[in-house]
């Protein structure tokens, strides 16, 4: 997965940044890539693969997710009182009071020793949540509902060595599918080391398979030229790594009657989005920082730790609520996308269809749209009264 390209969206740059002050500067000292995201971007959308570059005023950073992780570990590292664990696989939730308290972590060492660490808290940020959900099902508890939007994506992802005559005018490139015609879409991303990381996304029967030869052929059949032309003869430098994920899915495990005291499910744990939107990492850090300050406000208080986990849990919806919108709307396109399809689906898919031809053709409204996408403003925004009689009007126009 850490193969992947990983696009870090400006929303949770800022968060990172706010976490670990100096961490921007950081990952450009590192090597990553300054992104302008409409200058230095090629966005290529159905009915939209010339989109204007204009200077919206928001940049990010592109790089691999190792490098990403090192910087993460580097500032980790700085804080005095975190020790961190390496080589270390947490086996099990410890309990006490019948299950009702999580006190621990029991884990195993890479040298086969097992070693049982105490706990205030307790955070499952293992991506697949099965430390709770095992726990949840020992003590006959009731596991969360889950909201799953069946999307069966195949990822296949690569480097190349950035050749002497690549093209000038952008740094990253995004071509995105078209369903169900053209189900391929693909990202790439300058990354550190004078590279390009190139993952191809295709759902269904679309997916892109992991030899070299069949990528290639992949990347030719994307709806545009773009991405192909500039790999095509430059050295591949990694080997191809592939990924499935059959569904987006959201646990709601805010609307638990009873979750252990001391838990919280974190990130991925909570909700696994559809990948090609790059919203995770975002989410993740985001977050974060809301931990932090329920943290920080439950220390002043002096009022313990026992009503951080649900407040987090209240307060993380409205944080994945947006990019989760964002994201099952328009994989809803596709006939094959599989889920409950919102009551209001064709109306969103209208907004989004006169929202674009609107950002096309103004400057402040394109700048608004990225904001949102960027995780830098809330998608109220773009809910404003103005706004949709804006887009209304763009929608009338023959
Ligand atoms: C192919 C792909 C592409 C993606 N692209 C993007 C993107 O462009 N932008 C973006 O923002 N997000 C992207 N994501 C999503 C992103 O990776 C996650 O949303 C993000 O990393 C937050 O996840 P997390 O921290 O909850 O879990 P992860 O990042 O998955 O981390 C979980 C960690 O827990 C470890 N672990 C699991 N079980 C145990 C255990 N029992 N003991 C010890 N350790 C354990 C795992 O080894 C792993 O290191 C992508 C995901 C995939 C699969």
Same mark, same amino acid.
Request: charged share 25%.
């Given at each position: 997965m850490k193969g992947h390209a990983h696009a870090l969206l400006a929303g949770g740059m800022q968060a990172l940044e706010t976490l670990f002050p100096g961490f921007v500067e950081n990952l450009a000292d590192a090597g990553a890539v300054r992104v302008s995201?409409? !200058?230095d971007s090629q966005w290529e959308r159905p009915g939209y693969d010339v989109f204007p570059r204009r200077d919206l005023g928001i940049s990010v950073y592109t790089m691999t997710r190792p490098l990403l992780e090192s910087v993460v570990r580097k500032h980790f590292n700085a804080i005095p009182n975190i020790k961190l664990h390496q080589r270390c696989r947490a086996q099990q939730l410890i309990t006490s009071e019948g299950g009702s308290r999580v006190t621990g972590v029991s884990c195993l060492h890479s040298d086969g020793k097992v070693e049982d660490i105490p706990a205030d808290l307790v955070l499952d940020a293992s991506s697949n949540g099965q430390l709770t959900l095992n726990l949840l099902a020992a003590f006959g508890l009731p596991a969360p509902e889950e909201t799953t939007v069946g999307i069966e994506m195949g990822y296949a992802t690569t480097l190349f060595e950035i050749p002497p005559d690549a093209p000038t005018n952008w740094k990253t490139a995004y071509t995105l599918a078209d369903p169900p015609s053209n189900r391929r879409g693909a990202l790439l991303m300058t990354v550190e080391g004078n590279r390009w990381i190139v993952s191809l996304a295709g759902s269904h029967d679309s997916k892109p398979p992991e030899d070299e030869p069949g990528f290639m052929e992949f990347a030719q059949k994307l709806r545009t030229r773009t991405i192909f032309n500039a790999i095509n003869g430059a050295r591949r430098c990694a080997p191809i790594a592939r990924y499935v994920l059959k569904a987006s899915r959201w646990r709601h495990?805010?609307?638990?009657?009873?979750?252990? !005291?001391g838990l919280i499910p974190f990130g991925d744990t909570i909700c696994r989005f559809n990948p090609i939107y790059g919203q995770g990492m975002s989410v993740a850090a985001k977050e974060a920082v809301l931990l932090r300050d329920l943290l920080s406000a439950s220390a002043v208080d002096n009022n313990g730790l026992h009503s951080v986990p649900g407040e987090f849990l209240a307060q993380a919806q409205p944080i994945i609520d947006v990019p989760w919108a964002t994201a099952t709307v328009p994989d809803f396109l596709d006939p094959l996308t599989e889920g409950n399809r919102p009551d209001d689906l064709d109306k969103a898919l209208e907004f989004s269809t006169g929202l674009m031809k609107l950002a096309y053709q103004d400057p402040a409204i394109h700048k608004l749209l990225f904001e949102v996408q960027y995780m830098l403003k809330p998608r109220s925004v773009l809910r404003a009264p103005e706004i949709v009689e804006r887009v209304q009007a763009v929608m009338a126009e023959a």
């Open positions: 995201v409409s !200058i495990f805010e609307n638990l009657e009873k979750l252990p !005291i």
